[in-house]
Structure formats: structure tokens, C-alpha cells
């Protein structure tokens, strides 16, 4: 069935291009996402991949699955596009920790590493080789924040060989360079993959759903010590796009506590909503009065043994909770 597709869609048939390139689309997505970091621009990404290879049909040879090919055509797309930009930046890694008494809260105009909605990454009448890589965490927040500060080169190599699985001649044959040189980009890519949350254990998925929810009612209430006793004490809290984060339980604490209050006085109050994000715990923060309570921020939680590891806290606007899902009003 798929070699006639692949004759039906040489000869023409944009239905037949339709139907080949269908079951690879999400998957696709997700690669782009963790080459550039962005879910917008791995949609654009896609869109270009999809252009390339209707114009370029004519060259499937068939020495390689359909699926494959289409992976190389969206990886060297997304290299084009990282060679005109960086991808997604975070906090922790173009600065250093502030202190909550004195943090300038003006965002900063860099490509933000964002946020993936779990809801985007189901859907597939059957599993496929991209399904396993998700629950192997291969799109956590703290790996994707890994890679973003490898060269691009260097990236694609480590995507391709360790969350794909594709071989050194399969990489080398995408990147236009030898097994050699991408067996080398794959060794200083590990010797560069040192980020806080990596080598950290996970805790269960019922454990992680229990952190969200006491969260949520923490946040919601503003207690105080209820957030205490869920933060690990080297806890870190960001906030993209603006460029400030705080590291520490204490210094969490202390800006929680100038918020709580800042609102409270403007007669504003919080309420949470779970969700999911980069298959980690995720919730979505209204503000309000009343019965009305409007989209405010986008969460995420990095959540280990010892607690809550890093809260990762996106402010950018009503399209996060579209893209969601989520209500625009509570």
C-alpha cells in the first residue's frame, strides 16, 4: 500500500502525499519542538518539511522508510532555521539567580524555550517509535533546556542518535557529513549535557499528579507553609519571558509572599487548573474576583524525591491556554 501511495503521489496526487505523510505529522512536530524549542516555530518548521517534500517527492528513492525521510528533510529545515537564530533560551542559563526583593520584572525580547501540551502528544491509533521516546522523558523541560545550548550540528547528532535511535550512517546520510565526524559531534555533545534535573530521579506519576494538587490549593489559598513543605530546599522558580529567577526555598517563598500580597490588596484571588506539560505535572493560573477569573500564567513543575525541584511559571499571554485547551475564564 505504501509503495503504490509513493507511485500515486510521484505522479502527482497531493491525496496520496496526504495520506503518506498523515501518521508522521505529530511525531514530526515533536522533532521540530526539540530542535527549536518552540512549539510555533516547530509548526512552521512542519509546514516548511511538508513544502520540501511534495516539491521533492520525485527523490524518495526507497533505500529508507518514508518516515525516515521525512525526519531528515524536517531536520535540516530546522538547521536552517537555527542558523539564521538561536533557539529557545532559559532563565538559568543566560543569568544568574536574583534576589526577590529586588527583581526588575521587565520581559526580555529573546526566543523563549516553551511549553508543550501533553494533549498535543496523544492521538496516535497505535504506538509509535515517537511515543516511546516521550515516556523516556526525551522532552522534559530540563533535557530540552539541555539541549538548546548545544551548536546546532551538535543537537540534530544528539536527537537523531540517542531519542531516535538512528544509526551513525543514517545521521551522517541527513547531516551531509561522515559517520566519523558524527560519531565525534555525538561524544562533545554528551561531554556539554550538564543540567540540573538530568541525573535526577522521577517520582511516580500519582506521586507528581498528589505535588500538582496540593500546589494548586497551596497557591490558590496563599499558604505560605503549605508551599514550604512541597519546594526542595535548592528549588528554582523562572518565569519566561521575563529574565529573572529565583533559586532557594527562602527566596521562593519571600517573592510568593509579595505577590500573595499584592493581590490580596487589590482584592484579587488566584484558582489553578491541572493540566500537562512536557510530560511533567503542569496547571494554569487564572486572577481574579468572584466568579471571574481571567488567564494569567502557564506552570509547570519539575518534581523529584525531595519535592517540588523547579517551577517553571510562563506569563505570555492568553494563545498558551488556547493551544491548551483551557478556558479563557474561571
Known sequence: MSELLVENARAGSRRAFDELVGPNRR??????????????????????????????????????????????????????????????????????????????????DVPWLGPYPDVRLVGASEE???????????????????????????????ILRDVLAWSAKETAATLGITPVAVNSALQRAHASMKA????????????????????????????????AELLAADARFVMPPMPVWFEGRDDILTFAASR???????GREWRSVPTAANGQPAFALYLGSGDRHLPFALGVLRVGPDGIEEVSLFMDGLARFELFDLPDVV
Open 196 to 227: 540540573p534535573g538530568l541525573d535526577r530521579p522521577r517520582v511516580s506519576a500519582r506521586d507528581e499528579r498528589a505535588v500538582l494538587d496540593r500546589f494548586m490549593a497551596a497557591w490558590d489559598s496563599a499558604d505560605l507553609q503549605a508551599l
Open 128 to 158: 509509535s517509535a515517537e511515543d516511546t521516546v516521550i515516556r523516556k522523558e526525551g522532552i522534559e523541560l530540563a533535557f530540552l533546556t539541555a539541549i538548546q545550548r548545544l551548536p546546532p550540528r551538535q543537537r540534530a547528532v544528539l
Open 260 to 266: 500573595f500580597d499584592l493581590h490580596r490588596l487589590a
Open 27 to 108: 511525531e514530526l512536530h515533536v522533532h521540530c519542538y526539540r530542535m527549536l524549542g518552540s512549539f510555533e516555530d516547530a509548526e512552521d518548521a512542519v509546514q516548511e518539511t511538508l513544502l520540501r517534500a511534495w516539491s521533492r517527492i520525485e527523490t524518495y528513492a526507497g533505500t529508507s522508510t518514508f518516515r525516515a525521510w521525512l525526519y531528515a528533510i524536517a531536520t535540516n529545515a530546522c538547521l536552517d532555521v537555527l542558523r539564521r537564530r538561536k533557539g529557545g533560551q532559559w532563565p538559568t542559563v543566560l543569568t544568574g539567580a536574583v534576589d526577590p526583593r529586588d527583581a526588575s520584572m521587565s520581559p526580555a
